[in-house]
């Protein structure tokens, strides 16, 4: 094994992360060279310290977020709030753009156009299943069918 | 409230701090893994809403929808790589925003506290510009590993690579990151 792999290996025993079998090999090698154990001793004295001060815990911010369920909640809950409006807007547009259509309203008639407005594009946006509560306004990317998202990209990148 | 809502609060509770602490990692800006980590959640609530099965393995589902939630965003935010893919995009924060990191700010969100306390904002700061310089499958690895709270084998199952292979990326990246800050992390170089 090269002396390149066994600081690689180094670099994993200060995380832990070198199993017992390959720590008790690293140790035997480092006895046999000086350019490694030099090595190991720089790799200590600097990346040793970002190692020993990894955080243990990520503190939940306070704030908003000190009731995040709610927080979370209430991110989605436009989808239900909105939909009965969009559903009426749609509704009256329909019934206004018909009954002119026929001939049935004059043009002081109130129906023809003039209901809540809906933002130009939201019924096309609604038909087409598209989740107005996205996350980070993103409309295109569908929620995840079996999992919590595609990461093959990162995979492919990794197995490079 | 419903069960499921009522499961869906105790799981945000429980799991909040983890999953929050994962986006961060990856997006080393405090708000942007706040995004990340509602997205993450949000992922599981429609679930909920659709009536679908509570996944097996709640805190393994929302760790990969973190961490998909998390490239995701990095991956908008920097939209420049010509194939799309990881690898080639967004080399880190700081080419990401075009700006060189502030000191305190990059980072601070991702590993409050205890990294101010082992070096001082220069060193934090020469820290966050080497993590922003490795590739994207190193950083991702090591940040997962370092700042995410994350075994090498749990980053592994959450990108969906072997354990061997993370290992291997996560020991480069900290050979890298030794070779590029040299000295500075050493005691009493940052005085």
Known sequence: ?160 | MSAAAERFDRLVAEHHGAVLRICRSILREEHLGRDAAQEAFLRLWRRVERAEPWPDRPLAWLRRAAVSAAIDLRRRRAPDGPDGTVSTVAPGPARATGATPAPGKRGTGAAPGAWRDAADRELFHRLEAALARLPDGQRTVFSLRHDGGLSLREVAAVLGVSTSTAKTQFARACLRLQASLGSDLEPGSEA
């Open chain 1, 1 to 160: 094994m090269s002396c390149e792999t066994h600081r690689e290996e180094l670099a994993l025993r200060l995380y832990g992360e070198l199993e017992p079998a390959e720590a008790r090999a690293l140790e035997a090698h480092l006895e046999s060279c000086d350019a490694c154990r030099a090595f190991a001793d720089e790799l200590e004295r600097g990346l040793g310290r970002l190692a020993g001060a990894a955080p243990p815990e990520a503190p939940v911010p306070a704030g908003p977020w000190s009731t995040p369920a709610a927080e979370i909640v209430g991110a989605a809950r436009p989808r239900w709030g909105r939909a009965p409006a969009w559903s009426l807007a749609a509704a009256g547009f329909a019934a206004g753009f018909l009954a002119a259509w026929l001939g049935l309203a004059t043009p002081a008639d109130p129906g023809a156009g003039t209901g809540p407005a809906a933002p130009a594009g939201a019924s096309v946006e609604l038909a087409a299943g598209v989740d107005p509560a996205g996350g980070f306004g993103r409309a295109s990317a569908p929620p995840p069918a079996a999992g919590p998202g595609s990461l093959g990209r990162v995979g492919h990148l990794l197995a490079r």
